[in-house]
């Protein structure tokens, strides 16, 4: 048997744009043989008019419409580069604005700082940034950038918005560690700016946490003159923190259970949940 030769058979394809052209020239070719020849007046004239004529129209009204999609296209792309000029626009806007927010943010910390300084003029101070904290919204314990070569020692005063912060607990050589107030089992000798009663603050963080405040004990108070809003200071028989640093205010009052002495509770004057920068004391109370 002699072996079958089987070919492949080439397929044609035609584009759609092609086939469009050449029905086009194929309709106009028609239409031009039918009105310039009288030999076919009117049979290829009616032919004409049923066949061609129609299709002429569909191609026209084709045409039309690709026309429109390809100005809407146009537009379109206008409007997308139009958008994303826009947007560069606007993302430098925000960037600009949140740029300025923060400026001002820095500045009315360092008003502030400005105006504690001058508060406490009698003593020296450097100011410092916090570059690292205990994890948690509270900075009950953090680091600045300042140490022992900028004369920061173990126990130096450090404050804040409009008073104490906390301490000094350990220094390196640019670098110190420092614990707040609000920290628990802190306890700082205060007193009661109106009335000179003494008290102990006591640090406590859930206290903090929960409410904003901080706790305070042993309060000899057998008048009742202490009340809500009173100034609370740092006071001179702490063995840690400088006389007449302000602390907070006085937010309640409530008799201790042993029915002598006063408790409750103070508003702090530092914001310890947003802190920055401070104030460091570089005198010690051992000096005083």
């Known amino acids: 048997m002699s072996p079958v030769i089987r070919r492949k058979r080439k397929k044609i394809q035609i584009s759609g744009r092609t086939l469009l052209i050449a029905l086009s020239v194929l309709c106009v070719a028609l239409m031009a043989f039918s009105f310039r020849t009288d030999v076919f007046e009117g049979p290829l004239r009616a032919v004409v008019s049923k066949t061609v004529i129609p299709f002429q129209k569909g191609i026209a009204e084709v045409g039309g419409y690709l026309s429109e999609r390809s100005r809407e296209l146009t537009r379109l792309r206008d409007v997308l580069a139009e958008n994303q000029e826009l947007q560069e626009q606007i993302d430098a806007l925000t960037l600009e604005n949140s740029q300025l927010l923060q400026d001002r943010y820095e500045l009315d910390n360092l008003r502030t700082l400005f105006s504690l300084d001058r508060t406490y003029s009698d003593y020296d101070k450097i100011g410092a940034r916090i570059i690292a904290s205990e994890s948690g919204s509270w900075f009950y314990s953090f680091t600045i950038d300042k140490g022992e070569k900028d004369g920061v020692r173990v126990d130096c005063n450090v404050m804040a ?48 946490q929960t409410d904003g405040l901080i706790r305070f004990g042993q309060l000899s108070d057998p008048d009742g003159k202490v009340a809500p809003g009173d100034k609370v200071v740092t006071s001179d028989i702490s063995d840690k923190y400088l006389p007449g640093i302000l602390i907070g205010y006085i937010s309640s009052v409530s008799t201790a259970a042993d029915n002598l002495t006063r408790s409750g509770f103070i508003t702090p004057a530092a914001d310890f949940s947003h802190l920055e920068e401070v104030l460091v004391i570089t005198e010690l109370k051992q000096q005083g």
């Open 161 to 208: 918005g409009s008073g104490l912060v906390g301490r000094v607990i350990s220094v390196g050589p640019n670098y110190a560690k420092v614990q707040a107030i609000i920290s628990d089992n802190h306890n700082v000798s205060a007193t009661v700016l109106a009335t000179s009663e003494n008290m102990i603050v006591s640090g406590d963080l859930q206290s903090v």
